[in-house]
């Protein structure tokens, strides 16, 4: 029944900028926190930046400094991210938590959208 659906995206030049949104269809929960992932070809999914139902946000070290998440309305998240990096190439997820069954805690995910960032 949840849905989460992710926007934005695309290919862009070192330096420039993308923002990526997430909404969450069908949330009938408040989510303990929602988050932006990511993957890389080859490598394992990997914590960009998860925003808690409390406002504190975490950020992976690669980006801090250059992306930011944001709760612009109940069960979305934005991801704004500056100053692109060729290594910020990635499909980007979009996760949603629910702790109702803590400490079974309960995920959904996006389908993942693409971000190239190459010259």
């Known amino acids: 029944q949840v849905q989460v659906v992710e926007s934005g995206g695309g290919s862009v030049q070192p330096g420039e900028s993308l923002r990526l949104s997430c909404v969450g269809r069908?949330?009938?929960?408040?989510?303990?926190?929602m988050a932006w992932y990511r993957q890389r070809p080859g490598e394992q999914r990997e914590l960009v930046a998860r925003?808690?139902?409390?406002?504190?946000i975490n950020y992976a070290d690669s980006v801090k400094g250059r992306f930011t998440i944001s709760r612009p309305a109940l069960f979305t998240a934005d991801l704004q991210m500056n100053s692109l990096k060729p290594e910020d190439t990635a499909i980007y997820y979009c996760?949603?938590?629910?702790?109702?069954?803590?400490?079974?805690?309960?995920?959904?995910w996006g389908q993942g959208i693409q971000v190239t960032v190459s010259s």
């Open positions: 069908g949330v009938t929960f408040t989510p303990q926190n």
């Open positions: 925003l808690w139902k409390n406002d504190v």
């Open positions: 996760n949603i938590q629910n702790y109702r069954n803590f400490p079974s805690i309960e995920n959904f």
